[in-house]
């Protein structure tokens, strides 16, 4: 079993910056065999893919609307991964779900095997 923890959500103005931070555990949990992604959900909406980041950190994968101001990277040392959000909109604000797969999570998979509990971001304008 995998346990995904999420923080660093948050209130932040238009044009403002926040790091949402992911820490993996589990009892034979080994962070390098698993990929993991940050996927979004807007009230009202349906959950969509955000970011994504293989198992060592080489390959990485977002969604068009957040290429340029996001980025995804992690942190084998600490079992962490985390999300730069910069120049962020207020249609940004949703609740940001942390996920993890032995498979690479990719926009076109769209899922993956654990999810944390999510971390609420909103922007306002």
């Known amino acids: 079993q995998v346990q995904l923890v999420e923080s660093g959500g948050g209130l932040v103005q238009a044009g403002g910056s926040l790091r949402l931070s992911c820490a993996a555990s589990g009892r034979t949990f080994i962070f390098s065999t698993y990929t993991m992604g940050w996927f979004r959900q807007a009230p009202g909406k349906e959950r969509e893919f955000v970011a994504a980041i293989s198992w060592g950190g080489k390959n990485t994968y977002y969604t068009d609307s957040v290429k340029g101001r996001f980025t995804i990277s992690r942190d084998s040392a600490r079992n962490t991964v985390y999300l730069q959000m910069n120049s962020l909109k207020p249609e940004d604000t949703a609740v940001y779900y942390c996920?993890?797969?032995?498979?690479?999570?990719?926009?076109?998979?769209?899922?993956?095997?654990?999810w944390g509990q999510g971390t609420q971001v909103t922007v306002s304008s």
């Open positions: 996920a993890a797969d032995t498979m690479q999570i990719t926009p076109s998979t769209g899922t993956a095997r654990y």
